[in-house]
């Protein structure tokens, strides 16, 4: 199947633990009168088409409506399934792990739930019970994105240098302190400024703060 001939739709978003998958029915026509299928995942903070994994073809069938016809009937669990498998596959071929991305998504996920939803909000003023939580989303938010200017291949060394070769399984209970003790590590690497200062910027410019957020995290990508 030639990536040239392919076509994609959109087929379901699958959680994973903290990570979210798009999942794609990929068909494209294999001679004159066959067509083959397969499904490709890709997770919600890809940034190259290296971070996908798929399924063999599994569909043959005389034609794309048909195949359409048939990965309708299938439900989530198996679709699930597929993706489990697809991962099971990716890994054991030595495919990518997808480090960075599941820390931007570990280090996303705290930003919200320390600063809450300020930026759909007015700023918050001078209350400094809200200043040093949204203080605290920022300094994270900085970590993240100093991870995503970092090769994956080099984020992986610096990780594996950082926890003395200890591996982290980010289905095992352990998960939360290691990626602390990465997150923690590359902090320190960073000016950062202290809370007093980064307030008074923060209140003459908190229009900027604001677009700086939610462009990492609404919509995904660097500001």
Do not use: N
């Amino acid at each position: 199947m030639t990536r040239s001939a392919e076509r994609r739709r959109s087929v379901a978003f699958l959680e994973d633990g903290d990570d979210r998958w798009a999942c794609f029915l990929v068909t494209a026509p294999v001679g004159r009168d066959r067509w083959h299928g397969y499904f490709a995942f890709r997770p919600s903070h890809s940034e190259v088409p290296e971070d996908e994994v798929r399924t063999t073809e599994i569909f043959v069938e005389a034609s794309e409506a048909e195949i359409h016809e048939k990965a309708r009937g299938l439900g989530r669990p198996l679709l699930r399934g597929l993706l489990d498998s697809a991962l099971h596959t990716s890994a054991r071929r030595g495919g990518p792990t997808h480090l960075r991305g599941r820390f931007r998504t570990l280090l996303a996920r705290d930003s919200r739930e320390i600063a809450g939803t300020w930026t759909d909000e007015e700023a918050p003023g001078e209350d400094m019970e809200r200043l040093r939580s949204v203080y605290e989303s920022y300094r994270l938010d900085q970590v993240a994105h100093l991870i995503c200017l970092v090769e994956p291949d080099a984020f992986e060394a610096a990780v594996d240098s950082i926890l003395d070769g200890e591996r982290i399984d980010f289905r095992a209970s352990d998960r939360v302190q290691f990626a602390r003790m990465v997150v923690d590590h590359l902090e320190r690497l960073l000016p950062l400024p202290d809370f007093e200062t980064w307030t008074r910027d923060f209140l003459e410019y908190p229009d900027v703060y604001r677009l700086y957020a939610h462009t990492l995290h609404r919509e995904g990508r660097l500001p």
